[in-house]
């Protein structure tokens, strides 16, 4: 309750100063625009339906991308996890290729496929793909050697051991992996719609920026930002949490 | 005779390749229906003679039979319980338990039989928690119920009580009796408790250290239940205390000199 008091507190002072700073005109209302003119820009935007085909665009887009990236993900981190060589010599390369910025890929992408869609899925993919891979390899190197002895006494080999211990002990990471890939593949989408064409929220945000329309992008913005917060927290996490207390993880 | 232990041994190198004795000349025989203990103190290799039961650890030489078929991989003829009680998380006890079942019975037959062996462990009433819903003593009877329900010839036991309290444990001794008298399965049980191996066994295999032998092999006639023969009980505690004696002191001694070495 105490921090829910003190968060309260501090947006509500947050919110206070920027609108009364707009309206005594502290600073010019296209560097900064005011709270209410942000809010009536999106209240526009959503009766005009610009923002709602705007959003419909970009799930399109990610449900795509991240669910293609969550099973080539998968299968190269299962692939590293139960190959030694793979992991010594793939390993490598994906290790290497995580800490490369998606959007690194873009002008790759735009040359293979053209400054489109595809382009766009392309990039949002290589976000989420790496990291749910490396923790689909943790993931399955960290089953406790226990459950499999257990279940090697009980007549398990071989692909049934796999699928039915193995896979299933390793999901706390399958979990976590799909939060990172998400988190990973959504700034991927924002960064490669900026630059590409419409329709999608990061190609609004650019649109408006070009029209000075500064109302829009710190709109767009907080819808970017609150979209991250909510599937974050009340998805991921929410299930990350259930999965680590049932598997029984919790320290 | 129905486990026949020949000539087992079994070393492995250390960190600075020196071979070490896990096991060293292992000669056992059991028969069918009687539950062993094997005793000895940490370090003796009983839970490896076991792993090596179960099919789990390789030999380095000899070999093992149990009703005449040599042993070389782990197999339903066999359930083990650990020390921990090693059930699936993400299954519920009626689903854990029907684990083996699930190739060679129908649905319905497998939870059939997992509800009579958790009935025996009376925990009829559990069978769609989850494992983290269950206490430790509860969840260690789920592990007994799972390996019963293969319905093996033999029941192997490495220190299946070792990690709980003295209450549950009591309790449980009493159950794994009862469930030993009806089912008549052939035990091998490993502990480091002395009292526990004679509360329980009809005999008593005490290991040595270093390399793990075999001392003493030790028939316990008392009649059961044995909670009223109190003082054959103490006795026989006496003379394997003489033995184990020389073992811990042995033990303690490495471990000071080790202390001292670095």
Same mark, same amino acid.
């Given at each position: 309750?105490?921090?829910?008091?003190?968060?309260?507190?501090?947006?509500?002072?947050?919110?206070?100063?920027?609108?009364?700073?707009?309206?005594?005109?502290?600073?010019?209302?296209?560097?900064?625009?005011? &709270? *209410?003119?942000?809010?009536?820009?999106?209240?526009?935007?959503?009766? @005009?339906?610009?923002?709602?085909? @705007?959003?419909?665009? *970009?799930?399109?887009?990610?449900?795509?991308? &991240?669910?293609?990236?969550?099973?080539?993900?998968? &299968?190269?981190?299962?692939?590293?996890?139960?190959?030694?060589?793979?992991?010594?010599?793939?390993?490598?390369?994906?290790?290497?290729?995580?800490?490369?910025?998606?959007?690194?890929?873009?002008?790759?992408?735009?040359?293979?496929?053209?400054?489109?869609?595809?382009?766009?899925?392309?990039?949002?993919?290589?976000?989420?793909?790496?990291?749910?891979? /490396?923790?689909?390899?943790?993931?399955?190197?960290?089953?406790?050697?226990?459950?499999?002895?257990?279940?090697?006494?009980?007549?398990?080999?071989?692909?049934?051991?796999?699928?039915?211990?193995?896979?299933?002990?390793?999901?706390?990471?399958?979990?976590?992996?799909?939060?990172?890939?998400?988190?990973?593949?959504?700034?991927?989408?924002?960064?490669?719609?900026? /630059?590409?064409?419409?329709?999608?929220?990061?190609?609004?945000?650019?649109?408006?920026?070009?029209?000075?329309?500064?109302?829009?992008?710190?709109?767009?913005?907080?819808?970017?930002?609150?979209?991250?917060?909510?599937?974050?927290?009340?998805?991921?996490?929410?299930?990350?949490?259930?999965?680590?207390?049932?598997?029984?993880?919790?320290? | 005779?129905?486990?026949?232990?020949? +000539? $087992?041994?079994?070393?492995?190198?250390?960190?600075?390749?020196?071979? $070490? +004795?896990?096991?060293?000349?292992?000669?056992?025989?059991? =028969?069918?229906?009687?539950?062993?203990?094997?005793?000895?103190?940490?370090?003796?290799?009983?839970?490896?003679?076991?792993?090596?039961?179960?099919?789990?650890?390789?030999?380095?030489?000899?070999?093992?039979?149990?009703?005449?078929?040599?042993?070389?991989?782990?197999?339903?003829?066999?359930?083990?319980?650990?020390?921990?009680?090693?059930?699936?998380?993400?299954?519920?006890?009626?689903?854990?338990?029907?684990?083996?079942?699930?190739?060679?019975?129908?649905?319905?037959?497998?939870?059939?039989?997992?509800?009579?062996?958790?009935?025996?462990?009376?925990?009829?009433?559990?069978?769609?928690?989850?494992?983290?819903?269950?206490?430790?003593?509860?969840?260690?009877?789920?592990?007994?119920?799972?390996?019963?329900?293969?319905?093996? =010839?033999?029941?192997?036991? +490495?220190?299946?009580?070792?990690?709980?309290?003295?209450?549950?444990?009591?309790?449980?001794?009493?159950?794994?009796?009862?469930?030993?008298?009806?089912?008549?399965?052939?035990?091998?049980?490993?502990?480091?408790?002395?009292? =526990?191996?004679?509360?329980?066994?009809?005999?008593?295999? $005490?290991?040595?250290?270093?390399?793990?032998?075999?001392?003493? +092999?030790?028939?316990?006639?008392?009649?059961?239940?044995?909670?009223?023969?109190?003082?054959?009980?103490?006795?026989?505690?006496?003379?394997?205390?003489?033995?184990?004696?020389?073992?811990?002191?042995?033990? $303690?001694?490495?471990?000071?000199?080790?202390?001292?070495?670095?």
């Amino acid at each position: 309750m105490q921090t829910a008091i003190k968060r309260i507190i501090f947006f509500a002072a947050i919110i206070a100063f920027w609108e009364i700073g707009s309206r005594l005109e502290l600073w010019h209302p296209l560097i900064f625009p005011s &709270l *209410s003119s942000v809010f009536s820009a999106l209240v526009e935007g959503f009766q @005009d339906k610009t923002l709602i085909y @705007d959003l419909i665009a *970009s799930f399109k887009r990610l449900a795509v991308g &991240l669910t293609i990236s969550l099973i080539i993900g998968t &299968l190269i981190g299962i692939l590293l996890g139960k190959s030694k060589t793979a992991d010594e010599t793939l390993g490598a390369v994906i290790l290497a290729l995580q800490s490369v910025p998606s959007i690194v890929w873009l002008p790759i992408a735009i040359m293979w496929f053209g400054l489109n869609e595809k382009a766009v899925i392309f990039v949002t993919i290589l976000g989420g793909t790496f990291v749910m891979a /490396l923790n689909m390899r943790t993931g399955i190197k960290n089953v406790s050697p226990l459950y499999i002895k257990a279940a090697q006494t009980m007549g398990a080999t071989g692909i049934d051991l796999f699928t039915r211990v193995i896979f299933p002990a390793s999901i706390p990471y399958v979990v976590t992996g799909s939060r990172l890939a998400w988190a990973f593949a959504w700034r991927a989408l924002m960064a490669g719609e900026l /630059l590409s064409t419409g329709p999608g929220l990061g190609y609004t945000l650019r649109y408006a920026s070009d029209f000075g329309r500064m109302d829009i992008v710190i709109g767009v913005m907080i819808i970017i930002g609150a979209i991250g917060m909510i599937v974050d927290q009340f998805i991921f996490q929410r299930i990350e949490k259930s999965v680590i207390k049932k598997w029984g993880l919790e320290s | 005779m129905f486990i026949e232990i020949n +000539d $087992v041994n079994k070393h492995y190198n250390d960190k600075e390749n020196r071979p $070490v +004795d896990v096991l060293k000349d292992i000669n056992l025989s059991v =028969e069918k229906g009687q539950f062993v203990s094997i005793l000895g103190p940490s370090g003796c290799g009983k839970s490896t003679l076991l792993s090596i039961v179960a099919g789990l650890t390789k030999t380095s030489s000899g070999n093992i039979q149990i009703d005449g078929k040599a042993i070389t991989k782990p197999g339903k003829d066999r359930g083990m319980v650990f020390q921990q009680a090693a059930l699936f998380p993400w299954l519920t006890v009626m689903e854990n338990v029907t684990f083996p079942l699930k190739k060679e019975m129908k649905k319905k037959d497998a939870e059939e039989t997992a509800l009579k062996y958790l009935q025996m462990v009376q925990l009829g009433k559990y069978i769609s928690h989850y494992p983290h819903e269950l206490s430790g003593g509860m969840q260690q009877r789920v592990a007994i119920a799972r390996a019963l329900a293969m319905n093996p =010839e033999t029941l192997l036991m +490495d220190e299946p009580f070792g990690a709980l309290d003295e209450q549950t444990r009591t309790r449980l001794h009493g159950q794994l009796e009862n469930i030993w008298t009806e089912t008549k399965k052939t035990i091998l049980f490993v502990t480091h408790s002395i009292s =526990e191996s004679i509360k329980l066994s009809d005999r008593i295999i $005490v290991m040595g250290t270093k390399p793990g032998i075999i001392l003493q +092999d030790i028939t316990v006639d008392i009649p059961r239940p044995r909670e009223g023969h109190k003082k054959e009980m103490l006795e026989i505690e006496d003379h394997i205390m003489k033995y184990l004696k020389k073992e811990i002191d042995k033990v $303690v001694s490495e471990e000071l000199q080790y202390a001292n070495s670095h």
